[in-house]
T-cell receptor
Framework: EAGVVQSPRYKIIEKKQPVAFWCNPI?????LYWYRQNLGQGPELLIRYENEEAVDDSQLPKDRFSAERLKGVDSTLKIQPAELGDSAVYLCASRSQGNSPLHFGNGTRLTVT | GQQLNQSPQSMFIQEGEDVSMNCTSS?????WLWYKQDPGEGPVLLIA?????ELTSNGRLTAQFGITRKDSFLNISASIPSDVGIYFCAGSVYGQNFVFGPGTRLSVLP
């Protein structure tokens, strides 16, 4: 089966510019996560979706970050405006149901200059 | 919030040696996952554990779910150069949000 697909792989933008990341989860996976990974650290949760519903967005900086999963499949994560501290790898993960494990995409490496 | 600690933070070993690393939590989990991440790639699932005391193997890798449900262990036997990478543990309560540790960076010397 195809894995989690993310695009773009790399993005370089100037601060105050907007940026968007896209994720296509594994087919049939109802739960989708966005994580942020800073250099030398483990992934940190930003938002979790169950189908099209954001069931946990408590860690999402809502003043500048937004996410959507309109049809319960693909998802986009947006930052507007970007700040220098947003430079990180943004990882998308999905899982099927119950206690099944997470499967990650290869991430989008964002550099804000 | 929940936090995971991983030990050691980094390790350098000779090819052929066995490796042990662990992950501890201040909270009880009912799922433990172990991942390996190579540079520029996303974390790849190695082993999933669902029951206290469970011991599961995947080739040269063996992981255990601690009986206190607050820790987990990963062992790699007869290390090879491609074992180089960062190993992350992750814990969850009933498959909801997974909390990740800071990682153990493994280097294998030929």
């Amino acid at each position: 089966e195809a894995g989690v697909v993310q695009s773009p792989r790399y993005k370089i933008i100037e601060k105050k510019q907007p940026v968007a990341f896209w994720c296509n989860p594994i087919s049939g996976h109802n739960t989708l996560y966005w994580y942020r990974q800073n250099l030398g650290q483990g992934p940190e949760l930003l938002i979790r979706y169950e189908n099209e519903e954001a069931v946990d967005d408590s860690q999402l900086p809502k003043d500048r970050f937004s996410a959507e999963r309109l049809k319960g499949v693909d998802s986009t994560l947006k930052i507007q405006p970007a700040e220098l501290g947003d430079s990180a790898v943004y990882l998308c993960a999905s899982r099927s149901q119950g206690n099944s494990p997470l499967h990650f995409g290869n991430g989008t490496r964002l550099t804000v200059t | 919030g929940q936090q995971l600690n991983q030990s050691p933070q980094s390790m350098f070993i000779q090819e052929g040696e066995d490796v042990s690393m662990n992950c501890t939590s201040s909270s009880i989990f009912n799922t433990w996952l172990w991942y390996k991440q190579d540079p520029g790639e996303g974390p790849v699932l190695l082993i999933a554990l669902y029951k206290a005391g469970e011991l599961t193997s995947n080739g040269r890798l063996t992981a255990q779910f601690g009986i206190t449900r607050k820790d987990s262990f990963l062992n790699i036997s007869a290390s090879i150069p491609s074992d180089v990478g960062i190993y992350f543990c992750a814990g969850s309560v009933y498959g909801q949000n997974f909390v990740f540790g800071p990682g153990t960076r493994l280097s294998v010397l030929p």
